[in-house]
């Protein structure tokens, strides 16, 4: 019988894990569309700004808010999968190229190639790994935040 608990919950954190991964992408979404047809920014600099302000604090307030609903234990460990993504194709980055520079590293990553277009291959790195990496840490940053004020919450009614 015991073993039967055991599974159980570790089959109910799976599925948290993964709805409140599920929430951390796609939540931003909605809102970034909303502003991209409200203000039709012209530059691409400018869309970047937009791209990780949203994905910064919109997932960070997703997070904070969700992790009140869901299990707020799981939600500070969204970050994990999608970082193991992001090392992994950062690591198959580096064995494409000739020499290692952390810059270069950064720039590829951080949506600055995409001057070049968005069939550029740093910018298409940075849409599709860097901005969920980005996404799942501000929702388990926010999360880790409103377990950490429910816990003063708590301890300050004691």
């Not at 190229?97 to 069939?119: I, M, N, P, R, W």
């Amino acid at each position: 019988m015991l073993v039967a608990s055991v599974v159980q919950r570790r089959i109910s954190q799976g599925w948290s894990y993964f709805a409140n991964l599920a929430i951390a992408l796609s939540v931003p979404v909605p809102i970034d569309h909303l502003l991209s047809v409200a203000y039709h920014l012209k530059s691409i600099s400018a869309i970047i700004w937009r791209e990780w302000a949203i994905s910064i604090l919109c997932s960070g307030i997703t997070g904070f808010l969700a992790s009140k609903r869901l299990n707020g234990t799981m939600a500070k460990w969204v970050w994990v999968f999608p970082s193991l993504i992001l090392a992994y194709r950062v690591t198959a980055y580096l064995s494409m190229t000739d020499y290692f520079s952390v810059a270069s590293t950064l720039k590829h990553f951080s949506g600055a190639e995409c001057h070049s277009g968005t069939q550029a291959s740093g910018c298409r790195d940075f849409l599709v790994f860097t901005v969920i990496a980005v996404r799942a840490f501000s929702y388990s940053a926010g999360a880790s935040l409103s377990n950490r004020a429910r816990a003063n919450a708590v301890n300050e009614v004691k």
